[in-house]
């Protein structure tokens, strides 16, 4: 009888439940009593049987936070007891250099600090990185994973032993009949070890095997731009020793014969756009050798003359009929060109802090406005070269076969900088500064700079604010006040100015500006050198000057530019009542070239030229000053060289054999200058968008 009663009251609890004067949740650390509440699904109101007890502890177990849940009851009040899993309090990585942590390893981890402990994750993050090691080419790679328990929390450490890389020491292609080995080994990722692989730009033959699977696709890629229209590359057969980590790679392939090219067509299948007009832009020519990099040129050049006529979802594709009897081809241009699109809407995101207006007026195209492909290529340049994105993405969103949504996606870039510093060299013995800046107030594009730095024989204060489009218009204004102090040996000046300017947009890539300016200058020189008496303005004295100036930007990016060019002139008149009256012109022209289409690796040619040339009467100080005159040395101009240090000598002070004292040495400065660069920039940190930078300087 007892026993049937305490089964009942056992069925009766499971299936009908009872109610509790209270429900208790102990701990707890990352939830809280309300949300651990509403996990239960019931209160203390409710008749809670055990069956909603065991389904209330599985959903707490699929949290993950927790290690064990026990609950038990205590004077009706029923009592769950939480053991929360331990959270990762530090992460050490052991054998790897800091920009590889945070580059590479990092990411791969799967784990991060503050995470939740899990033992299945450290030994998936050792795996990883074996793995992403052996793709580069390390083989016997030895990850040590350990792991301490410290005032209740994980600190995980992994101890990063690089295995060694598999050198390449032989290529061989199999079927290789018109072309050395060494020039189709140049155009693979896995080369041949060469004699002095240690000298700048050699191959060191270690093996890459992210890159393994792509190198016949770069065989086929350099014949067909040589017109082997039937080249066939086999997959490479890697022959290791594992015993001394060498290796001997095999390629076999057919190459074929060129073909030469005797006809070119465009095709338009649904005659929207007339297309014949842009032959003559095509870079694949009738009785050249066909070439695949040309014919994917021709390709764009087609779809952007399709798109910018608006068919947003053009199809531009080559039919190349071949006869394999006389090696020659035909290409036919076939384009479909579709339904003409519409923007929709333009959608702007990821500008937390620049206002949408600033996007908006550097991009092409509008609401409503018909699909123009080359605007859309135009609208990113044009973002990029704000300067305030570190990227920027335009997507097309189809709508409908006639509507489309244009989506701006961009990742801001910090604009604003705040730097102190000090310091000590033999000239100006101590020194201090202090700047602040920001190119991009408030999101506003608005521009400020606010310098100041001394020293015992210098101080220097600036302040600038400049607005490139005021009201969102095409007009730009700005503002500067400045006040100098320098001293050497033989001269004191004292200067301080003010300049305005004012210019507009006329066109996306020109603008005009014109800026005036005024400054006041006190100067003391040592009375006693005769040459200074001829070269500087004692005294007081001041100079009003117009400054004219046109430039012209059309590159990619701000701060890498990869093509383009850049080109500024201005004209400096001063006079106008001042002491200081003479005429400077100064040129500068930039051109960016990208080389990575070509070689692989992001790197950027630039030439850089200067033009300057002065009208002034160099024999009368009142209309030329000596601080005016042209210079050339240091940065932006002869690298190499001190700032100002090559310059036209005071000779009056030489003796007849040549010979003076340092001291009385003069740069009295010119009157026409010329400065132009070579130069070649690598990539070194890509994340801190620093780089390499191998130069040529003539002037």
């Given at each position: 009888?007892?026993?049937?009663l305490?089964?009942?009251?056992?069925?009766?609890?499971?299936?009908?439940?009872?109610?509790?004067?209270?429900?208790q949740?102990n701990?707890?650390?990352?939830?809280?009593?309300?949300?651990?509440?509403?996990?239960?699904?019931?209160?203390?109101?409710?008749?809670?049987?055990?069956?909603d007890i065991?389904?209330?502890?599985?959903?707490?177990?699929?949290?993950?936070?927790?290690?064990?849940?026990?609950?038990?009851?205590?004077?009706?009040?029923?009592?769950y007891?939480f053991?929360?899993?331990?959270?990762?309090?530090?992460?050490?990585?052991i054998?790897?250099?800091?920009t590889?942590?945070?580059?590479?390893?990092?990411?791969?981890?799967?784990?991060?600090?503050?995470?939740i402990?899990?033992?299945?994750?450290?030994?998936?993050?050792?795996?990883?990185?074996?793995q992403?090691?052996?793709?580069?080419?390390?083989?016997?790679?030895?990850?040590?994973?350990?792991?301490?328990?410290?005032?209740?929390?994980?600190?995980?450490?992994?101890?990063?032993?690089?295995?060694?890389?598999?050198?390449?020491?032989?290529?061989?292609?199999?079927?290789?009949?018109?072309?050395?080995?060494?020039?189709?080994?140049?155009?693979?990722?896995?080369?041949?070890?060469?004699?002095?692989?240690?000298?700048?730009?050699?191959?060191?033959?270690?093996?890459?095997?992210?890159?393994f699977?792509?190198?016949?696709?770069?065989?086929?890629e350099?014949?067909?731009?040589?017109?082997?229209?039937?080249?066939?590359?086999?997959?490479?057969?890697?022959?290791?020793d594992?015993?001394?980590?060498?290796?001997?790679?095999?390629?076999?392939?057919?190459?074929?014969?060129p073909?030469?090219?005797?006809?070119?067509?465009?095709?338009?299948l649904?005659n929207?756009?007339?297309?014949?007009?842009?032959?003559?832009?095509?870079?694949l020519?009738?009785?050249?050798?066909?070439?695949?990099?040309?014919?994917?040129?021709?390709?764009e050049?087609?779809?952007?003359?399709?798109?910018?006529?608006?068919?947003?979802?053009a199809?531009?594709?080559?039919?190349?009929?071949?006869?394999?009897?006389?090696?020659?081809?035909?290409?036919?241009?076939?384009?479909?060109?579709?339904?003409?699109?519409?923007?929709r809407?333009?959608?702007?995101?990821?500008?937390?802090?620049?206002?949408?207006?600033?996007?908006?007026?550097?991009?092409?195209?509008?609401?409503?406005?018909?699909?123009?492909?080359?605007e859309?290529?135009e609208?990113?340049?044009?973002?990029?070269?704000?300067?305030?994105?570190?990227?920027?993405?335009?997507?097309?969103?189809?709508?409908?076969a006639?509507e489309?949504?244009?989506?701006?996606?961009?990742?801001?870039?910090?604009?604003?900088?705040?730097?102190?510093?000090?310091?000590?060299?033999?000239?100006?013995?101590?020194?201090?500064?202090?700047?602040?800046?920001?190119?991009n107030?408030?999101?506003?594009?608005?521009?400020?700079?606010?310098?100041?730095?001394?020293?015992?024989?210098?101080?220097?204060?600036?302040?600038?604010?400049?607005?490139?489009?005021?009201?969102?218009?095409?007009?730009?204004?700005?503002?500067?006040?400045?006040?100098?102090?320098y001293?050497n040996?033989?001269?004191?000046?004292?200067?301080?100015?003010?300049?305005?300017?004012?210019?507009?947009?006329?066109?996306?890539?020109?603008?005009?500006?014109s800026?005036?300016?005024?400054?006041?200058?006190?100067?003391?020189?040592?009375?006693?050198?005769?040459?200074?008496?001829?070269?500087?303005?004692?005294?007081?004295?001041?100079?009003?000057?117009?400054?004219?100036s046109?430039?012209?930007?059309n590159?990619?990016?701000?701060?890498?530019?990869?093509?383009?060019?850049?080109?500024?002139?201005?004209?400096?008149?001063?006079?106008?009542?001042?002491?200081?009256?003479?005429?400077?012109?100064?040129?500068?022209?930039?051109?960016?070239?990208?080389l990575?289409?070509?070689?692989?690796?992001?790197?950027?040619?630039?030439?850089?030229g200067?033009?300057?040339?002065?009208?002034?009467?160099?024999?009368?100080?009142?209309?030329?000053?000596?601080?005016?005159?042209?210079?050339?040395?240091?940065?932006?101009?002869?690298?190499?060289?001190?700032?100002?240090?090559?310059?036209?000598?005071?000779?009056?002070?030489?003796?007849?054999?040549?010979?003076?004292?340092?001291?009385?040495?003069?740069?009295?400065?010119?009157?026409?200058?010329?400065?132009n660069?070579l130069?070649?920039?690598?990539?070194?940190?890509?994340?801190?968008?620093?780089?390499?930078?191998?130069?040529?300087?003539?002037?």
């Amino acid at each position: 009888m007892i026993r049937t009663l305490l089964l009942f009251l056992l069925f009766f609890t499971t299936v009908f439940g009872k109610t509790y004067k209270e429900i208790q949740f102990n701990g707890l650390v990352h939830l809280s009593k309300l949300s651990a509440s509403e996990i239960a699904g019931f209160t203390k109101e409710d008749d809670i049987s055990l069956k909603d007890i065991d389904r209330s502890i599985g959903d707490f177990f699929k949290q993950g936070y927790f290690l064990d849940i026990q609950v038990r009851e205590d004077n009706d009040v029923l009592i769950y007891d939480f053991k929360e899993k331990l959270l990762v309090s530090k992460i050490t990585l052991i054998g790897v250099t800091e920009t590889d942590k945070e580059e590479k390893y990092t990411p791969m981890l799967g784990i991060k600090k503050g995470d939740i402990f899990d033992e299945s994750k450290l030994k998936r993050a050792k795996r990883n990185i074996v793995q992403s090691m052996r793709a580069e080419g390390y083989y016997s790679t030895v990850v040590e994973v350990g792991y301490e328990v410290v005032a209740g929390s994980v600190e995980v450490s992994l101890n990063i032993s690089k295995g060694k890389r598999i050198i390449i020491y032989d290529s061989v292609f199999l079927g290789a009949k018109d072309f050395t080995k060494y020039e189709l080994d140049d155009t693979l990722a896995n080369k041949e070890k060469e004699s002095f692989s240690w000298f700048f730009g050699q191959n060191d033959g270690k093996l890459d095997l992210l890159n393994f699977e792509y190198d016949p696709l770069r065989l086929k890629e350099f014949y067909m731009s040589k017109g082997y229209l039937d080249i066939k590359v086999e997959d490479p057969l890697l022959k290791a020793d594992f015993n001394n980590f060498s290796a001997k790679l095999y390629y076999k392939l057919f190459e074929g014969k060129p073909y030469t090219i005797t006809g070119i067509e465009i095709d338009v299948l649904d005659n929207k756009v007339p297309l014949d007009h842009k032959k003559e832009d095509l870079k694949l020519v009738v009785g050249k050798n066909f070439n695949v990099q040309k014919m994917r040129k021709d390709l764009e050049v087609l779809k952007d003359e399709v798109g910018s006529q608006g068919y947003a979802f053009a199809r531009v594709y080559p039919d190349i009929q071949k006869d394999r009897k006389t090696n020659t081809a035909k290409i036919i241009y076939k384009v479909v060109c579709g339904e003409k699109v519409y923007i929709r809407d333009v959608i702007i995101s990821g500008n937390d802090r620049t206002l949408d207006r600033v996007l908006r007026r550097e991009v092409f195209l509008a609401p409503g406005e018909l699909y123009n492909l080359v605007e859309i290529k135009e609208s990113k340049k044009s973002l990029n070269r704000l300067g305030y994105f570190e990227s920027v993405e335009l997507k097309e969103n189809r709508v409908s076969a006639s509507e489309m949504d244009l989506i701006i996606k961009v990742k801001e870039t910090t604009t604003g900088s705040l730097q102190a510093g000090g310091g000590w060299n033999s000239f100006d013995g101590f020194m201090v500064n202090a700047s602040v800046s920001d190119r991009n107030i408030f999101g506003s594009s608005i521009g400020f700079s606010l310098k100041a730095e001394s020293s015992a024989k210098s101080k220097n204060f600036s302040l600038s604010l400049n607005n490139p489009r005021w009201n969102d218009s095409d007009y730009s204004v700005g503002t500067s006040v400045y006040s100098k102090y320098y001293e050497n040996d033989y001269v004191k000046t004292d200067t301080d100015g003010v300049s305005f300017s004012m210019g507009k947009q006329l066109n996306r890539y020109w603008s005009t500006s014109s800026s005036i300016s005024y400054n006041e200058s006190d100067n003391e020189y040592d009375e006693t050198n005769e040459t200074l008496k001829d070269l500087y303005i004692s005294g007081f004295s001041n100079r009003i000057s117009l400054s004219p100036s046109i430039s012209y930007n059309n590159t990619d990016d701000f701060f890498v530019p990869r093509s383009g060019s850049t080109f500024s002139s201005y004209l400096d008149f001063s006079g106008f009542g001042g002491k200081q009256e003479y005429t400077k012109s100064v040129s500068s022209f930039r051109h960016y070239y990208g080389l990575e289409s070509l070689l692989d690796i992001d790197i950027v040619f630039r030439y850089k030229g200067k033009v300057s040339l002065m009208d002034g009467d160099f024999d009368d100080t009142v209309k030329t000053p000596l601080s005016s005159r042209l210079y050339m040395g240091g940065t932006g101009s002869i690298r190499g060289f001190s700032r100002g240090s090559i310059s036209p000598l005071d000779l009056s002070k030489y003796k007849a054999n040549g010979e003076t004292d340092e001291d009385d040495i003069v740069r009295v400065g010119g009157s026409q200058l010329f400065t132009n660069s070579l130069e070649l920039s690598f990539p070194l940190i890509p994340s801190a968008k620093m780089r390499y930078l191998v130069f040529y300087d003539k002037g």
